[in-house]
C-alpha cells in the first residue's frame, strides 16, 4: 500500500486544523449572544442570565466594542479592558447590544444601560462624515479603514441603528438619540448609493469595500481583491429594498443590482465536497451560482490564492484557500427572491 510523504501529511493536517479551528470560532461566535435574546424577562434576573450578563460586559472594550469570532457570554475576561481589541467585523459587538438592551429592559440594572450607551456611542463616532462605516474605529491606517460592506459590516450596523429608532426595546433611550440613530442609517443609504460602481455609464453593484474619500472600489487581504462582489452586494440590495418610501434612486439603485445578478450567473458548474475537499465540477443540471468577485475591467469571475493572483478556474486555487473561503454561492437567489417580494409590495 502506497502512503503520503511525511511532508504532504503534515501540510494536509495542517490545512484541517486550520479548517476545524475557523469553524469552531465562527460557531462559537454565531452562538453566543443571540441565543438569549428569546429568554424570558425572568431569566435575566436569575443567576444563570447574571452571569451570562457579567461575561458579556467584561468582554467590552475600552471603546466599547466587542472582539469577533468568540462566544462572549460562556467565560468571563480576565484581560483589561484597554488590551481588548474590538470590531464590528463578522457580526461583532451588535449581538452583544442587542442583548444587553433586551437586559436592561427585563432587570432595569443601570450597568446594562450604560454598557448599551458606551457601544451605541461608539458606533455613532466610527461612521465617517459621508455616511461610510470602517471595519473598526478608530480605523487605523491599513484596510480596516476603508468603507466596510465586506461580511455585511456596514449593512448590519444599519440595520441595528434603525431597530434603535424606532423599536420599542428601546424606549429606554432619549428621543434625541434615537432621532440621532435614524439620521445615521440615512446618511449610510446616500453612503450606498455613493458607492454603487458604474461601468460604462451603467450602476453595477458593489466592492465589498471602498476608499473612504474617493468611494472607488478597494482591495483587502491579498486575495481580496478591487472587484465587484456577488456576496456583500447582496446584503446590500436586500437592506435597499428594506427601505420604506424608497427614493428614485434608491429604486434605481435596487433595479440595476437586480439585472447586474442575473447576467453574472454562473452556469453549468456545481461544487462537490466529498472527501474532505471542495472542488467545481461540471454539472449541466446544477442551478446557478454566483461569484464572490468579478473582475471590475472584464466583468468575469475570478478566484485567487493568497498571492494575489486572478485566476479564472476556481479548481487552480490551491486547496488552502479553496477550502477556507467562501468563491460561489446562491446569493443570487436570493437577491431574486427579495425582488419579487419588493417589486409586489412598492408603490408603482
Given amino acids: 500500500m502506497s502512503t503520503l510523504p511525511c ?26 449572544p443571540s441565543n438569549y435574546l428569546k429568554r424570558p424577562p425572568d431569566w435575566f434576573k436569575s443567576d444563570e442570565g447574571r452571569k451570562v450578563l457579567a461575561n458579556v460586559l467584561s468582554w467590552q472594550s475600552a471603546h466599547g466594542d466587542w472582539p469577533k469570532n468568540m462566544d462572549t457570554t460562556s467565560k468571563f475576561n480576565e484581560l483589561e479592558r484597554s488590551k481588548i481589541s474590538g470590531t464590528f467585523d463578522n457580526g461583532a459587538t451588535l449581538g452583544e447590544l442587542r442583548l444587553l438592551a433586551r437586559a436592561y429592559n427585563a432587570d432595569a440594572d443601570s450597568q446594562y444601560k450604560t454598557a448599551f450607551l458606551l457601544g451605541l456611542n461608539h458606533v455613532l463616532e466610527a461612521q465617517y462624515p459621508n455616511g461610510g462605516w470602517p471595519q473598526t474605529f478608530p480605523p487605523g491606517k491599513g484596510y480596516p479603514r476603508h468603507i466596510t460592506f465586506n461580511d455585511n459590516t456596514m449593512a448590519g450596523l444599519m440595520a441595528f441603528l434603525r431597530e434603535v429608532s424606532g423599536k420599542n426595546d428601546y ?45 472607488a472600489p478597494c482591495s483587502a487581504r491579498s486575495y481580496e481583491l478591487a472587484s465587484l462582489s456577488g ?3 447582496a446584503g446590500i440590495l436586500k437592506l435597499l429594498m428594506s427601505v420604506e418610501n424608497p427614493t428614485p434612486e434608491v429604486r434605481q439603485a435596487i433595479e440595476s443590482g437586480a439585472v447586474w445578478f442575473r447576467t453574472h450567473q454562473v452556469t453549468g458548474l456545481r461544487l462537490d465536497r466529498s472527501h474532505g475537499d471542495r472542488v467545481a465540477v461540471a454539472d449541466p443540471n446544477a442551478p446557478p451560482l454566483w461569484a464572490r468577485f468579478y473582475d471590475l475591467e472584464t466583468g468575469k469571475p475570478f478566484y485567487c490564492d493568497r498571492d494575489g493572483i486572478k485566476k479564472s478556474d476556481y479548481n487552480q486555487v490551491g486547496r488552502e484557500r479553496r477550502n477556507g473561503y467562501s468563491w460561489l454561492g446562491s446569493w443570487g437567489e436570493e437577491v431574486e427572491d427579495a425582488y419579487r417580494r419588493w417589486i409586489a409590495t412598492v408603490k408603482p
Avoid at 434615537?178 to 453593484?205: H, M, N, P
Fill in 7 to 32: 511532508r504532504t501529511v503534515l501540510a494536509l493536517l495542517k490545512l484541517a486544523s486550520c479548517l476545524s479551528l475557523a469553524l469552531a470560532s465562527h460557531n462559537a461566535a454565531a452562538a453566543g
Fill in 171 to 215: 424606549a429606554f433611550l432619549d428621543q434625541g438619540l434615537r432621532v440621532r440613530c435614524r439620521a445615521s442609517f440615512d446618511r449610510g443609504i446616500e453612503c450606498i448609493l455613493k458607492c454603487q460602481v458604474r461601468i460604462d455609464g451603467k450602476l453595477t453593484v458593489w466592492c465589498a469595500q471602498h476608499d473612504e474619500i474617493t468611494f
Fill in 231 to 233: 456576496a456583500e452586494s
